[in-house]
């Protein structure tokens, strides 16, 4: 009895070593970050949950400090980057617990060739892959959107990368191809350009991948200015 039951204590242990239990923890954030967008939860209760959840999902992996990015999307470069070197993002005043009204803009939006605006490169006349910049795992995402909503990012997904303990966020997509609990390896195409979302679906916005990052403070997302980064990425 003795054996069977250290038997089991070590295959649990290996369970949790291997993340295996990893694709439960991101169902649960992304059921909270539904919440949080629709503001059906409690800020307090949402706070105390997504640190609970994201300190699980992290463990005990080692941290890296250094950025080796994929340029997140196939065949371009930053200079597809909207602004004047990158002006136009802003996070003052952002707070994630806002949900769907948050104010600012902490992303930078990156612009594909599509004069027609039919989600389909105006160059090689095929969709343009969105691809994950880092490894990491996916923690939410939704590939369901109608042209009705008001949810600003549309198709969106959220990776978290255990390593630097960020989270990437990109919206606006036209189909997505991962789900939560997924891990992705850095250049992966997780998604294809599109114009979902309430503001990118209307004829004024050009064709455009928003792309956010973020850092865990207390286990909620806060924006940082990835444009360095973005500049240094590499290009596929």
């Known amino acids: 009895m003795r054996k069977i039951v250290l038997l089991i204590g070590v295959l649990l242990l290996c ?40 300190a699980q999902l992290r463990g005990n992996k080692p941290m890296l400090k250094s950025y080796n990015w994929i340029f997140p999307l196939k065949g371009y470069k930053s200079n597809a980057i909207g602004g004047t070197n990158g002006n136009g993002y802003s996070d003052k005043g952002y707070r994630y617990l806002d949900g769907n009204k948050h104010a600012a803009h902490p992303a930078h939006d990156i612009f594909i060739t599509d004069k027609n605006q039919d989600c389909i490169d105006d160059r090689t006349h095929k969709p343009v892959d969105v691809l994950a910049v880092e490894d990491g795992i996916v923690i ?35 189909i997505i191809f991962v789900k939560p609990g997924d891990e992705v390896k850095r250049g992966k195409k997780i998604a294809e350009v599109g114009r979902t979302g309430y503001n990118a679906y209307k004829k004024r916005s050009p064709t455009h991948l928003h792309f956010s990052a973020f850092r865990l403070v207390d286990g909620v997302p806060v924006p940082f200015n990835p444009y360095s980064q973005l500049k240094k990425a590499k290009t596929i």
């Open 15 to 54: 369970l949790n070593v291997f993340g295996q239990d990893d694709k439960a923890v991101c169902i649960q954030i992304n059921d909270l970050n539904t919440a949080v967008l629709n503001g059906t939860i409690n800020k307090r209760a949402a706070v105390k949950k997504l640190d609970e959840l994201m």
């Open 140 to 174: 939410a995402c939704s590939n369901e959107w109608e042209p009705t909503s008001n949810l600003r990012g549309g198709k969106y997904i959220w990776i978290y990368n255990y390593y630097l303990n960020i989270i990437t966020y990109y919206a606006h997509n036209n």
